[in-house]
């Protein structure tokens, strides 16, 4: 695993990168697909915020945040979140088959959406937008439960995927009640 850690407003020491490190081996040590660890140690006023981002090869992230008024108690209490999320994300695997993807059909991809609106067909020409941020996410077919599974263990508000039921794209967002929201094209 490759630990990339970066330090701002404050110095990082030898001592600090060293604790970082070992805490790390402890989710290492549950999760072996961690390829990658970014970390970032900060100081703003008097809170000391550790942020840890892990990276696997099929595309999974987990990030996570602490913040305390000591940096190593934020390093173990971020680590210890980090241990949390991915000792769940192993639990839920297990609980899951893996689904072989169909073939998919056609091009869905248009210039002109055409939708009809109380028995009138309307066309709407795409207008290009101003993109500032670009990500690309391995796209492999999900259900919706392991869609929502991958959304809790990160800090994202939304999760664009391809449902292995229907081979259409969803979006599984969180509400404001802990609870989560599917929006599923209707043709």
Request: glycine share 4%.
């Given at each position: 695993m490759q630990v990339s850690v970066a330090a701002r407003h404050m110095d990082l020491t030898d001592g600090l990168r060293d604790h970082v490190e070992r805490a790390l081996e402890k989710v290492t040590s549950h999760f072996d697909r961690v390829t990658d660890a970014d970390v970032v140690l900060?100081?703003?006023?008097?809170?000391?915020?550790?942020?840890?981002?892990?990276k696997a090869p099929n595309?999974?992230?987990?990030h996570s945040s602490e913040s305390t008024d000591d940096m190593y108690s934020s390093v173990?209490?971020?680590?210890?979140?980090?241990?949390?999320?991915a000792r769940r994300y192993k639990d839920r695997l297990t609980r899951f088959h893996a689904r072989t993807p169909?073939?998919?059909?056609?091009?869905?991809h248009?210039?002109?959406?055409?939708?009809?609106?109380?028995?009138?067909?309307?066309a709407v020409e795409l207008r290009p937008h101003r993109v500032v941020v670009?990500?690309?996410?391995?796209?492999?077919?999900?259900?919706?439960?392991?869609?929502?599974?991958?959304?809790d263990l990160g800090d994202d508000e939304f999760l664009a995927f391809q449902n292995a039921d229907t081979l259409r794209m969803n979006v599984i967002y969180k509400r404001h009640d802990h609870t989560f929201g599917l929006i599923e094209p209707q043709f």
């Open positions: 900060s100081v703003e006023k008097h809170r000391h915020i550790a942020e840890i981002t892990l595309g999974l992230r987990i173990d209490a971020v680590v210890e979140k980090l241990d949390r999320q169909e073939p998919s059909t056609g091009d869905y248009h210039d002109i959406i055409e939708f009809e609106e109380n028995g009138s067909s309307t670009r990500k690309q996410l391995p796209m492999r077919p999900m259900t919706a439960d392991e869609a929502a599974m991958l959304l």
